[in-house]
């Protein structure tokens, strides 16, 4: 069903001023195109709107008996491949700041209801099953989160990352989070250090299933036969959501278009200055069409790259930097060096990701450039 025949459909945010860009040509453009950016969304900040989680009714806390292991024999094998069930029927809101105790998982309890990844395209499914459903605030703009990188492996930095973005979304934007994907970058982005894509899915699978309620992870970029450029990725997730699922359901009725944004580390807002590295009709496409939601890196000045970049400065109305307020320095260059050196990792990332690299000896015997090691600029 073409979702322009139905007329409570309303279209994802564009900028009319892109044109686009020729690898976009997949997607419908007979799509009606309502000019929206992040900065049309803005709130004073000394008046920001009421919290979320006040008019939220939480249901009754229940209490957990939390095993913690003495003793290495009594975890959980993280390799169990439980059969993935079907997304669930009941209502899935968007997440809120409030934490609940069905929001903390326990480290060795084994989730339900996940779905996981498929190892080859043809059995591959867009995942949703953590994706809200219903928008819960009719006066808000829906808003999918993406974030693309290596993640080999995976931190709690990557984790906050996202956490970061739902607290500046939440207060200083109109827009609503309704679920945030991990997209890992293919084998055939040839870099020093990347694990083989399958283990560094799993471990995006086990970090998201055991510390978070809204997080997913979509295999679709590694699966494809070649390199696949971060434009192409988000308008990927576009088509999938806006689409085939014709956006998100408000509690009206009404079905309203979704907004896609980049998340992304203050590394790679830089990399995006160096000549030859990103193609400026894929600056053009990623920074107007969907936007960017940049986190501060310690020392980067960001606000003065956007000042000085041209496209990015273009585009700066659909740019959204996130202040660290608590440093976090962890990268996966640093834990990779760490485990080469049979350093301690704990308390870096997740302890079910910690387990999985033991157990297939990642990382152990490999070894990487000084310089990349010496410049790490947290992959």
């Not at 009421?50 to 008996?65: A, F, G, I, N, R």
């Not at 219903?134 to 996202?162: N, Q, W």
């Not at 809204?214 to 679709?220: F, I, K, S």
């Not at 350093?343 to 990701?353: C, D, E, G, K, T």
Request: charged share 25%.
């Amino acid at each position: 069903m073409d979702p322009t025949n139905d007329p409570n459909f309303t279209p994802p945010s564009q900028n009319r001023d892109i044109e686009p860009a020729a690898h976009a040509s997949q997607i419908p453009t007979n799509i009606p195109i309502q000019p929206l950016v992040l900065a049309d969304l803005g709130e004073k900040m000394d008046a920001p709107t009421l919290h979320p989680s006040v008019t939220h009714t939480e249901k009754p806390l229940l209490l957990y008996h939390l095993k913690i292991p003495r003793r290495h024999t009594q975890f959980n094998n993280s390799l169990s491949d439980e059969e993935s069930l079907p997304p669930p029927t009941k209502t899935i809101l968007p997440p809120t700041i409030k934490v609940r105790l069905s929001q903390i998982a326990d480290l060795e309890e084994v989730p339900h209801g996940v779905q996981r990844q498929a190892k080859t395209l043809e059995l591959y499914n867009f995942p949703v099953h953590r994706l809200a459903t219903t928008l819960s605030d009719e006066l808000k703009y829906p808003l999918v989160i993406v974030a693309c990188g290596s993640f080999s492996p995976i931190t709690y930095l990557h984790l906050r990352m996202f956490e970061m973005a739902l607290d500046a979304i939440l207060e200083q934007t109109r827009f609503e989070i309704i679920g945030g994907y991990y997209s890992p970058v293919s084998d055939n982005y040839k870099k020093p250090g990347l694990a083989p894509s399958h283990h560094r899915v799993r471990m995006c699978e086990l970090a998201c299933e055991r510390t978070s309620s809204w997080l997913m992870v979509d295999a679709w970029e590694l699966l494809q036969p070649k390199y696949t450029r971060t434009a192409l990725v988000l308008d990927h997730f576009n088509e999938e959501i806006n689409v085939k699922r014709k956006g998100i359901q408000t509690k009206s009725g009404e079905r309203r278009g979704v907004k896609v944004m980049l998340l992304a580390g203050g590394d790679l807002i830089e990399s995006m200055g160096e000549p030859d590295v990103w193609a400026d009709s894929d600056l053009h496409h990623i920074l107007g069409k969907y936007g960017c939601l940049i986190v501060e890196r310690t020392g980067a000045d960001v606000r003065s790259f956007l000042l000085s970049h041209d496209i990015m400065y273009e585009h700066r109305r659909n740019v959204l930097t996130i202040k660290q307020l608590i440093y976090n320095d962890i990268s996966s260059t640093k834990i990779r060096l760490f485990i080469r050196r049979g350093m301690s990792v704990q308390y870096l990332l997740p302890n079910s990701v910690i387990r999985y690299i033991q157990e297939h000896r990642l990382y152990i015997d490999e070894t990487e450039p000084v310089k990349q090691v010496l410049n790490d600029k947290g992959d």
